[in-house]
């Protein structure tokens, strides 16, 4: 009977397993990835999509989508009749995707005016991503200039909280622009918003230019930009020569330009929060060029196979014997150890975790301490562990553990045999952790960081476990971890600062 029961309860974890995959996780990546199509206007994708995602909830306003978003690939294809014919059947109840894709309509045909009034009947658009960056980009528009610039604080507490800072950004940018903040403009192209394409920022920085109140620079710019096989783009082009957006002096009230300075604030804040967003490198290993951190990880490798080809050719751990870290060695005067110990490693395992490890990391590092410094930190962090442990091999020869606690003698096992051997990356690696730690930390203090102060507490917790990991093993280093971090993160502390400048003393 007992046997049954849990046979029963395995069934229903299984099928339970199953209906949450089926009616909440795959309807959400679903979701999430039309919308992604949506924004970036990719409506034939979207609507195969939706062909699919509607029959995991049949009897929901998804089986609806696949029309609402054909709607959209008609007004796209300049069929408006049609398109308006499908959207005005939704008009009166429409859901999250009909209310999109309502704006987006507006936005085709370059019907801002409607697009507002529209959207002023609504209170979707203080809760929805898209509906709010429409919003915004209609008053910019229509030349609501003070109404936009009191709207970013609401939208930056909404956005954000979300976790849309790209449509954050985008506000900003309408923001900016519509403002003729070229300055403004061409710093979030440059920084939060630069994987635009060129011709777009040089559309939006035309913009600015244009409510800068340089109508000539403006159009010489967009008239540079009419020779597009996107015909979409063309024709905004055009609508745009047409019909300019107006100087924004004119408009401006008195109470605008604190706003205009804190958006300037903010902008800057974001650029900042930018750099910190991520410490994995994304890129694929063949799209980051000829970088340091490429250097490295193609070094470890070749010193990897080069020691297999010695394998055969001399014998069995030829590479380690001959470069491997031993006290022993390095005081018979072989000191070419405590530098060829750091790119050799045991085997395929530890090879692979530690470039993986530096893959992902490294380019963070060089990114924001240059080049040559992450170099430099990342091997002297390497060596001088090697060196620390030679020193403190050194200091235990001779001396009678016996008498010290048995912690004591777990903590100082590592360095109490002078024929031990240590090869490996690791030491390195963790040096360029505790730089990464220390970029972090420098980011929180010296920028006020909210996203750095997050990631430095990430970091942190890593760290931690990576001791812990390492005191429960036999197999791994604990000291020359530590000694790297602190050699990499001390190191990193030291190149950061910034001394202080005094004020130069006034002759009398």
């Known amino acids: 009977m ?17 209906a949450w995959g089926i009616l909440i996780v795959i309807p959400s990546l679903g979701v999430r990835r039309i919308q992604a199509l949506l924004y970036g206007q990719q409506f034939r994708q979207a609507y195969y999509w939706s062909l699919v995602l509607r029959f995991f909830h049949p009897f929901d306003t998804w089986w609806e989508q696949p029309k609402i978003i054909q709607a959209l690939r008609l007004g796209q294809q300049g069929e408006f009749a049609k398109a308006k014919a499908i959207l005005d059947h939704y008009g009166e109840r429409p859901g999250f995707v009909a209310q999109q894709a309502i704006a987006m309509y ?39 200039l003070h109404e936009l610039l009191l709207a970013m604080q609401p939208s930056k507490k909404i956005l954000l909280k979300v976790g849309d800072r790209r449509t954050f950004h985008l506000v900003q940018l309408f923001a900016s622009a519509f403002c003729g903040e070229v300055k403004l403009t061409e710093a979030l192209l440059s920084g939060c918003l630069a994987f635009y394409p060129d011709d777009i920022k040089k559309f939006w920085v035309a ?13 010489k710019q967009l008239k540079t930009l009419l020779d597009q096989p996107d015909q979409d783009f063309t024709a905004a082009i055009q609508a745009r020569i047409q019909s300019p957006p107006q100087p924004a002096q004119p408009i401006l009230k008195s109470e605008s330009y604190p706003l205009i300075a804190q958006l300037s604030r903010d902008i800057r804040q974001e650029n900042i929060e930018r750099s910190y967003q991520s410490l994995i490198e994304r890129r694929a290993f063949f799209q980051q060029g000829l970088s340091v951190n490429t250097v490295l990880v193609v070094l470890n490798c070749v010193v990897f196979l080069v020691g297999i080809v010695m394998n055969f050719k001399i014998g069995r751990d030829a590479l380690l014997d001959l470069g491997g870290f031993t006290p022993n060695a390095v005081w018979a005067g072989e000191w070419w150890r405590l530098f060829t110990a750091t790119f050799i490693h045991v085997n395929w395992g530890h090879l692979l975790t530690n470039i993986f490890t530096l893959y992902l990391l490294g380019g963070f590092v060089e990114k924001h301490l240059g080049k040559w410094r992450y170099l430099f930190i990342y091997l002297v962090s390497g060596v001088g562990a090697m060196v620390i442990l030679l020193g403190l091999v050194t200091i235990t020869q001779g001396i009678d553990f016996n008498v010290f606690p048995r912690w004591f003698q777990f903590l100082t096992d590592e360095i109490r045999y002078s024929y031990r051997l240590w090869v490996g990356a690791s030491g390195s690696i963790m040096g360029m952790i505790g730089a990464i730690a220390a970029v972090l930390f420098r980011g929180w203090q010296r920028d006020e960081s909210k996203l750095a102060l997050r990631q430095f507490r990430l970091v942190l917790l890593i760290i931690v476990i990576q001791f812990s990991v390492d005191l429960s093993s036999t197999n791994v280093s604990f000291y020359s971890h530590f000694l790297g971090l602190i050699l990499g993160a001390s190191l990193t502390l030291l190149l950061t600062h910034k001394i202080p400048q005094t004020a130069p003393k006034l002759s009398r």
């Open 106 to 144: 507006y936005a085709m045909r370059f019907d801002w005016s409607g697009l507002l009034g529209w959207l002023g009947t609504k209170s979707t658009p203080s809760r929805d991503p898209l509906l709010r960056m429409y919003y915004c980009r209609a008053l910019g528009e229509t030349g609501h």
């Open 2 to 18: 007992w046997g049954a029961n849990f046979i029963s309860m395995q069934w229903a974890a299984i099928v339970g397993l199953m």
């Open 207 to 219: 913009i600015a230019w244009y409510c800068a109140g340089e109508k000539r620079v403006g159009e």
